[in-house]
């Protein structure tokens, strides 16, 4: 079984689909208004490990995140996989935003 590791949005471009997570060890809370600088605890994220059931797979800086950590099979190193949201208490499962439906 991999490992789940917990983590917070720091990047995402959104015209590219891709972003950085910057990874929380493990036992520390996330704060709801600390968003991470860039920095070497961080990993590649490609919108292909968001959940397929949305027209259009994006993350949002600051958005906490679970994930596990896996290679390709392009040469680009370790990256984020089978990316979930987790909710104020820290769960997995909760909905990306982008899984969420728009306010009206």
Not at 55 to 72: D, H, I, Y
Request: charged share 15%; hydrophobic share 40%; with cysteine.
């Amino acid at each position: 079984m991999l490992q789940k590791h917990t983590g917070v949005v720091s990047y995402w471009d959104v015209s590219a689909g891709w972003g950085k997570i910057k990874r929380i060890a493990a036992g520390k809370r996330l704060h709801a208004l600390g968003i991470p600088q860039i920095g070497q605890d961080e990993i590649f994220v490609h919108n292909l490990q968001l959940p397929m059931d949305v027209p259009k797979r994006w993350l949002r800086r600051g958005e906490a995140v679970q994930f596990t950590v896996g290679v390709t099979l392009a040469p680009k190193g370790p990256q984020a996989m089978q990316v979930v949201g987790l909710d104020t208490d820290g769960n997995p499962g909760a909905p990306l935003l982008c899984q969420q439906p728009p306010l009206l």
